[in-house]
């Protein structure tokens, strides 16, 4: 998941509305915002409020004026077409709302915007897990690096630079992997002193929570993987399907997307009842802590006989190239984007690892659509 930002920013381009005289599309970072024409020109400093943010009563009243037409009512901000030209978010004069601050600093918080999150009811069954207590979690089996949104970093990859583009699916994150084994309980304390404590130790979860490798009577969805065919959850479900304690590497950890019946709504992505898939996006060398280089990470996926994300492109950075790619369907569905990132693994002023993800204006217009897991 990126990092929810209402920023103050300026306005970089303002273009014509091909089907609007009164209206302009202002350009703010990469993002496309249809505004009234002659309310902002090139160089104005602006909020920027994205699409899936909830405005308070308060800054709405201050936005939209006590007698508009245009009601909230606490529902998300979409991306929507406004005579044919897609606009995504809302462009504030900081003087509208007497607001005043420092360019490119994040004001959700100060505002009081957040980001739309799903009721916890809407989550599917098979993808609610118990967590390891956080005391016992270990320390190299580290999330997934948030992708953060191309359209603020547009201009962050070098002209030539050789980058690696693969579809983003729409499914459910997943991590698994051998870690060196940590001392932090009384169990591994006493097969150490004993001489017994292996080097590596498997590790698995969802995106964001460690799931304890202990059975729990109010829990029957975890389960030690070795323990048979009783499932209850799609990440250890992962585990028997694709034999992955035997087929990982000691010291590697994969994260991929799972996909398939009931994870996401109208995404089975050709699975049929019951049935889930397994794509790998990244390899971690789980002793340094370091994302594997493309070519590192495809020999070692393949390798291990697993499935990686659909490859769109391998080549010198495009942005006139690569931005079609955003579009088509993957086995069936829409696509919901791709991810861009340098074939040799780097970090910039702005991004500790840069992996930008370009969702398609497909899908930002779909109902239903979602980032969540």
Wanted: hydrophobic share 35%; aromatic share 10%; glycine share 8%.
């Amino acid at each position: 998941m990126s990092t929810f930002r209402v920023p103050l920013t300026t306005i970089r381009e303002i273009k014509e509305h091909p089907n609007a005289d009164s209206l302009v599309i202002a350009k703010i970072y990469d993002w496309d915002v249809v505004v009234k024409k002659g309310d902002f020109n090139v160089g104005d400093e602006v909020l920027y409020i994205p699409v899936d943010s909830i405005l308070s009563p308060e800054l709405e009243a201050k936005v939209f004026g006590p007698d508009s037409k245009i009601k909230l009512n606490k529902s998300r901000i979409r991306s929507i077409k406004l005579r044919g030209q897609i606009s995504q978010g809302l462009a504030v004069k900081p003087s509208l709302i007497g607001f005043k601050g420092v360019l490119e600093e994040n004001y959700a918080e100060t505002l009081g915007v957040v980001k739309y999150e799903p009721p916890e009811y809407e989550l599917p069954k098979q993808m609610q897990v118990k967590a390891t207590k956080k005391k016992n979690k270990h320390s190299h089996f580290k999330e997934y690096s948030k992708l953060e949104h191309f359209k603020y970093f547009d201009r962050v990859i070098q002209d030539g630079e050789i980058v690696y583009v693969s579809v983003k699916l729409h499914g459910t994150n997943a991590r698994y992997g051998w870690a060196p084994t940590e001392v932090n309980t009384l169990f591994k304390r006493i097969k150490k002193f004993l001489g017994l404590l292996p080097e590596y130790e498997f590790v698995w979860g969802s995106r964001t929570v460690e799931i304890s490798s202990k059975p729990d009577k109010k829990h029957v969805g975890v389960n030690i993987p070795s323990q048979g065919v009783n499932f209850g959850d799609v990440y250890t479900k992962m585990i028997h399907q694709y034999d992955l304690m035997n087929k990982i590497p000691k010291g590697r950890i994969i994260y991929g997307e799972i996909v398939g019946d009931g994870i996401q709504a109208n995404y089975p992505y050709g699975c049929e009842k019951g049935e889930h898939r397994l794509f790998i996006f990244d390899v971690m060398d789980s002793n340094t802590l370091k994302y594997l280089n493309y070519e590192d990470f495809k020999k070692e996926v393949d390798g291990m006989g697993l499935d990686r994300v659909l490859e769109l492109y391998v080549g010198p950075w495009d942005k006139e190239v690569i931005s079609k790619l955003r579009d088509g369907t993957d086995l069936g569905c829409v696509r919901e984007g791709i991810v861009v990132k340098p074939v040799v693994e780097r970090s910039t002023p702005s991004l500790s690892r840069l992996a930008l993800k370009w969702i398609s204006d497909a899908y930002y217009l779909m109902k239903h659509n979602t980032e969540y897991h």
